[in-house]
């Protein structure tokens, strides 16, 4: 335990860094996990400064995401940003955008995010440093789905809403005017612009946006970045030639219960489909005897009809000829099965056995004899055609 603990601890400390691509198979079966869960990381990012200043559009289209988008289940992270990513209550490891508010369709959750959201620019803030905004808040959405898949837990899909006028997802370097001075971001090929361009390259973004005008008739953007669930994946060599890929043992237990579940639904809706169009089938019934060469056919045999063998009854769709005036069975379709049912009024045999009960009929060539004192053996041939 204490070793599991230990190793569970390096896992989660360690920060993440981008991984291997991972193969379209790979990311289509990350999606599934996600998919099955329901469940999201949803990051607002709001730009502090006063160049945005969110009025009353920004406020309406912003409630609007909280009340119709979110969904019970979602982890929300409210990141305030200018120059530096701030109030970030919670910060650790395990939570690198800080604690997130576990959303609940009520309105305690809907107060609660709104509170939390900063409204008014702060005057004091000047500068946006958009690049590192961006690198804080992508690599800290991978950690937490790093961390969970190092647990073993079902990974999500993940949202940023942006708020901010500053350009997203720009080139490293780009000379973005609120950019601070000593901003490492300004350098294009500085160690923090690399990771940033990095992330940027490795994780599946897709970018939205709308722009809305402030009271000051400046322009900011409403932008949602949607990132598809992913991981970032490390083969690692080994010892005997071996190499060790964390993310196709992550997806196989991840998957293969609903998978299974998966197969046997299918299988047994492909056997009740099959059951339903047999049931509704038509029976061919071809009889013969010994004595005479031609073929009589019956009327069809539906379920819950049956077929006489003897004299007629009106019960019965049709009859089966053979010596006597009393019926001596009934051939009786249930469902999918055929059975026998003796009448005792007369005796009738098949495979050479006296039937005194009724008996299910599994073959498809029927011989039946029906003896009588004065004609003796009278065998009857049934070809019963499903």
């Known amino acids: 335990m204490f070793v599991s603990e230990r190793i569970l601890s390096l896992s989660t400390n360690t920060k993440v860094t981008p991984g291997k691509r991972l193969s379209s198979q790979q ?7 996600a998919r099955l869960h329901g469940k999201r990381d949803v990051v607002l990012a709001i730009d502090l400064t006063e160049s945005v200043g969110i009025n009353n559009e920004g406020r309406i289209r912003l409630k609007q995401i909280i009340e119709d988008s979110l969904k019970p289940g979602d982890s929300v992270y409210i990141v305030p940003f200018a120059a530096e990513v701030t109030q970030l209550h919670g910060l650790s490891d395990v939570y690198p955008l800080g604690s997130p508010i576990e959303f609940s369709n009520n309105q305690e959750s809907f107060d609660k995010i709104i509170q939390k959201i900063p409204l008014s620019a702060d005057l004091k803030l000047q500068n946006t440093d958009i690049q590192r905004a961006e ?3 992508y690599q800290g959405l991978a950690q937490l789905n790093q961390n969970r898949l190092q647990q073993n837990q079902p990974i999500k899909a993940q949202s940023v809403v942006w708020v901010t006028d500053a350009p997203l997802l720009a080139k490293s370097g780009n000379d973005w005017i609120e ?5 490492p971001f300004r350098v294009a090929d500085s160690s923090q612009s690399k990771e940033r361009q990095a992330w940027i390259n490795i994780l599946p973004l897709k970018k939205r946006e709308l722009t809305i005008e402030n009271s000051a008739s400046q322009q900011y953007k409403l932008a949602v970045v949607d990132i598809e669930p992913t991981v970032q994946e490390f083969c690692t060599i080994a010892p005997n030639n071996q190499e060790f890929c964390k993310v196709n043992s992550y997806l196989l237990g991840q998957l293969w ?5 998966a197969i046997l639904g299918i299988t047994s809706i492909s056997f009740l489909v099959n059951y339903l169009v047999n049931l ?3 029976w061919r019934i071809l009889v013969s005897t010994d004595l005479e060469e031609y073929e009589e056919e019956c009327c069809p045999l539906l379920p819950g009809k049956s077929l006489a063998i003897g004299q007629g009854d009106s019960n019965c769709i049709d009859e089966i000829d053979c010596p006597g005036s009393e019926v001596r069975a009934y051939l009786e379709r249930e469902g999918n099965l055929l059975y026998l049912v003796p009448t005792q009024l007369a005796p009738i045999e098949w495979e050479g056995k006296e039937v005194n009960k009724k008996t299910r009929l599994k073959c498809s060539l029927i011989k039946l004899n029906c003896p009588s004192d004065k004609h003796g053996d009278f065998y009857i041939n049934i070809q019963v055609k499903r």
């Not at 990311?27 to 996990?33: F, N, S």
């Not at 950019?179 to 901003?183: D, E, H, K, Q, R």
């Not at 219960?257 to 579940?261: R, S």
């Open 257 to 261: 219960l609903p998978f299974l579940i």
């Open 27 to 33: 990311q289509t079966a990350l999606g599934i996990v």
């Open 179 to 183: 950019t601070p001075v000593n901003s």
């Open 280 to 282: 509704r089938k038509k």
């Open 135 to 137: 690198l804080t808040i």
